[in-house]
Each structure stands twice: as C-alpha cells, then as structure tokens.
C-alpha cells in the first residue's frame, strides 16, 4: 500500500468513530535502526515509541506497531467507563513555538502541525480494555513493547490515599492483562481534578508512584509529567520519584486557552493541552533540563522524551538531550508512515547507509 493513502485518526469523526474503524495492519519492510536501545531494561529495536493518545485500542496498536514503532501506548485506561468529551477533540492552531504555559491561541481551520487536545481520557470498561490488552499483547510481536497508560479516576470526597489506590488497582489490572511497562499519567491538562496536577505535587505524586510500584512489583513503572518550567521543582519531583518510578516521560501537552477566529473562547474557556510542532522547543529543553539533574545527583530515573517530535532531526535532539527513548502522538497521527521514514532516517543519520532486516509485520 502506498504510504500516502495510509489510513489515518479522521479528526472529523468521533473518538467512538475511531475506536470503531481502526485500520487494519500493513504489510512493511521494517528497517532495523542501528543502535543498541532499551526502556527500563526491556531491550526495544528502536527509540521510536507512540505516546499515549493515538492507539484507542489493539488493532490501533497493531496498526502502529506494524508501522515501525517499537513501543506502542495504548490510551490511558481506568477502572471504570468514561466518557469522551465532546467533540472537537482535536482542534488545529498555529505551529509557532509556545512560550508561556498560560498563552491564547486562535483554533485554525486546517491542520499543520499542532493542534489542541481534548478527550478527557475516556475510557471502555475495565472488562472490555484487560480483554483488549491480552488479546493484544498475544497478537504483538515478542520484540515489541506494549505499555499501557493508567489513571484514577478521582471522586470528590477521595482522600490522596484512594486516588493511590485506584491507580494502583488500574496498573495491576493492567499488569494482569499483559502490560510489559506501566505508565502512570500524572498530567492531564484536560481535566481539572487533582490527577491532571498531581506531576506539580511532588509529594502526592510519590504517594500514588509509591502505591502503583507496590501493587506492579517488577513491571517497569513510567511516569508521565507535564511541563515544569524550574530547576526547583524539577528536582523535588525527581528526589520525591526517584524510589519507585524507573522513567520519566516528558512533556505531556503544554496548556493553552483557545480561541475562535472571533475571539471567543473554545472549549467553555477551560485549559486545553496543546500537541505536535509548537511544543518542540520546550520539551527538548526539559528533556535536557532533567537529564543534567539525573546525573548530577545521580538519580536512576531514566528520561522519556514527548512533545512535538516529528523528524530524524527532533528525534537525534531528543536523545542528544538525553531521552533513552522519544514518544510521538501528532505527527505521527498526521502522518502514519512516520515510524517507517523515521527509521531509514536515522540510519541515515548515523551511517550514511541503510541496514535491512526485511521483517513485515
Ligand atoms: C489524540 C490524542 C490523544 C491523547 N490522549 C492521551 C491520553 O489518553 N493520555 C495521555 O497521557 N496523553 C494523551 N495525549 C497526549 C500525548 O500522549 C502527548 O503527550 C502529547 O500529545 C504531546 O506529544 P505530541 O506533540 O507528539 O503530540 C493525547 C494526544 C493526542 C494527540
């Protein structure tokens, strides 16, 4: 199949809609990438890691996965239904950088490179998404890794204990299922109870990563933070993450209040996260930001890097930053063969030839 007709998210039609009409494999040369890559001790064949977000379920796993993506998250789960917010969920603005996390934008009409997030992590039955996963991870190739992202899902008179535990009970449910490696979403910029902000509590989070770990023993534990603009509270989180978590993934999207080409508020004038170009700068910067601090104080956290990653060149960025792997949502889902160009480009890069391995998937 050509790579320009590769069946992609359709941001026109509803989360349900794609849920229901995940693309079907394809058939792909997968280029091995030169290199030795691992994620908490998983040996992977490539950094090249899908976020959270694109892959509903597993046949959007599988589809990824056979589109030269080594790392496959499926979408953040809970214990129990959750609705999608309405639509849009995806709304195109502008790719120039973002520079403060409190910024308006105008929503565009067609989409570039960026747009603002809006699904409030919703999520299928416990019983429908453990069946998923299994199935899933019996379908995955062995070489290939499946995470699965987790969160509470907080009630209003919820003690910071029972937020822990019900992450903890998700995670386990996850574990059970076949996750390899368990990502706890400690950010949503999307929803306003305390799990979208728990990344800027450092010590609620150890609480809730402290939980998770327990109730997952040996299943490499991820947590995923938003952005964290000082060196400060960077290093709480660090110190306060350090025991339990085994990576950090950055950034998740960076929040913007949007507005329509009339100047008035979407989305209820609430916070939305904002995904693909315009976030690059800053998430690179984190990345090497965090990096520094792990190997000055010697911490074992490994760094993953997210946000805003669309060429070989943002890719090498990200590593040179000192991520061990690069988690990608937006360009990915714009253009699903990225994976594919992604992997003859970094050989490219690093050898100017290209390595075969012919497998198809
Ligand atoms: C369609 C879509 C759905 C997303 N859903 C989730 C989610 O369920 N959980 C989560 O942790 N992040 C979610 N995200 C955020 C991404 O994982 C990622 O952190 C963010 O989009 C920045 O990466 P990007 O610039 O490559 O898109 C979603 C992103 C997109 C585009």
Known sequence: MSHEILPRYEIRQSYQWNYDHAP?????DQVSVVGEYQICGLPIESPLAVAAGPLLNGRW???YASLGFDVLTYKTVRTEYRDCYPMPNLLPVPDHPLH???????AESQ???SWAI???MPSKLPDIWQADVEWTRRQLDPQKRLAVSVVATVQPDWTLQEVAKDYARCARWAVDAGADLIEINLSCPNV??????????PEDARVVAEAVKEAISETP???KIGFVPDDTRALALLSELADSVDAMIMVNGISARILDAEGGSCFGGE???VGGLAIFDRCVDQVSRFRKLVSEHQFPTEIVGCGGVATADDVLAMLDAGALAVQIATAAMIDPALGLTLRRELNRRRTGCESRNNRSS
């Not at 079907?24 to 792909?28: E, F, R, T, V």
């Not at 403060?100 to 105008?106: A, F, I």
């Not at 306003?192 to 509590?201: A, P, W």
Request: hydrophobic share 30%; net charge negative.
């Open 221 to 223: 534990l991820l947590a």
């Open 61 to 63: 796993v599988l589809y």
């Open 271 to 273: 916070y939305r996260g």
């Open 192 to 201: 306003s109870t305390c799990d979208g902000q728990l990344y800027q509590q």
């Open 111 to 113: 989409m570039a490179g």
């Open 100 to 106: 403060s996390s409190s910024q308006s934008l105008t």
């Open 24 to 28: 079907d494999p394809i058939d792909s």
């Open 118 to 120: 809006s699904f409030g």
